[in-house]
């Protein structure tokens, strides 16, 4: 988990609430990716960004949102449109070599757990 | 498209006994493969993997993984099972290709060893 903080560990969203995950790094990486993780279904991507100011979807990105204004830091939004937020959520980063290389390493950090009241 | 499966969601295994925890993948290029550990409520540890090269990875607390193109597998292994490893276990994959970044997880084992 080191040199990736993830917080709160803890968080409760009421319904309709827009909830904001926060996902630092001081690993100077380029990449930082959001995972959910739900039982018995593994990680699922949910949103990646390569450089600043840019992002991709995921596989499952709707009812959520993510920024990149700076390398270190790649918040996560979970949105009231989410209807099934209650998850495990992680976020990792990776050096990124630029297209065509895929055999970094993703570090994660040590994950949030999303509550719904 | 990139798929990994990790056939066993549960694996018991007695301290002392050797271990094994399977993954078979499917890519359409040569395959980029990665083992990490989960412990409870914690994030994912990247144990060890394999881009090219010799088949037998070794990596971290005396896990190592074999890698068989023919069987399309990287089985995970350990000559001798600690209780401490016991964990939950993913195996991951990542076709090369310009424009993959995308790493696919597989569902995860449960390891139990068992004093």
């Known amino acids: 988990d080191g040199g990736i903080t993830q917080s709160p560990k803890y968080l409760f969203r009421k319904e309709g609430q827009n909830v904001t995950l926060s996902c630092e790094q001081n690993?100077?990486?380029?990449?930082m990716y959001w995972y959910r993780q739900d039982p018995g279904q593994g990680l699922r991507l949910i949103y990646y960004?390569?450089?600043?100011?840019?992002?991709q979807k995921g596989d499952i990105a709707e009812g959520y949102s993510v920024s990149r204004e700076k390398k270190e830091s790649f918040p996560l939004t979970v949105t009231s449109a989410q209807k099934n937020p209650t998850a495990f959520y992680l976020c990792?980063?990776?050096?990124?070599?630029?297209?065509?290389?895929?055999?970094?390493?993703?570090?994660f950090g040590p994950g949030t757990r999303l509550l719904v009241l | 498209a990139q798929s990994v499966a990790q056939p066993e969601d549960q694996v018991n295994v007695a301290e002392g006994n050797p271990l094994t925890v399977k993954c078979t993948y499917s890519?359409?290029?040569?395959?980029?493969l990665f083992w990490y550990v989960q412990y409870p409520n914690r994030g994912l540890q990247f144990l060890l993997k394999?881009?090219?090269?010799d088949n037998l990875v070794k990596g971290s607390y005396g896990f190592e993984a074999e890698f068989n193109k023919s069987q399309t597998s990287f089985h995970l292994k350990k000559p001798s099972a600690l209780v401490s490893d016991s964990a939950l276990y993913f195996c991951?994959?990542?076709?090369w290709g310009f424009g993959n970044e995308k790493l696919t997880f597989g569902t995860g084992t449960r390891l139990t060893i068992i004093p």
């Open positions: 990792a980063s990776s050096i990124d070599k630029g297209r065509g290389y895929g055999q970094e390493t993703q570090y």
């Open positions: 690993l100077n990486h380029d990449a």
């Open positions: 960004s390569q450089i600043v100011n840019d992002f």
């Open positions: 890519v359409s290029g040569n395959p980029y």
């Open positions: 394999y881009i090219t090269g």
């Open positions: 991951a994959v990542r076709d």
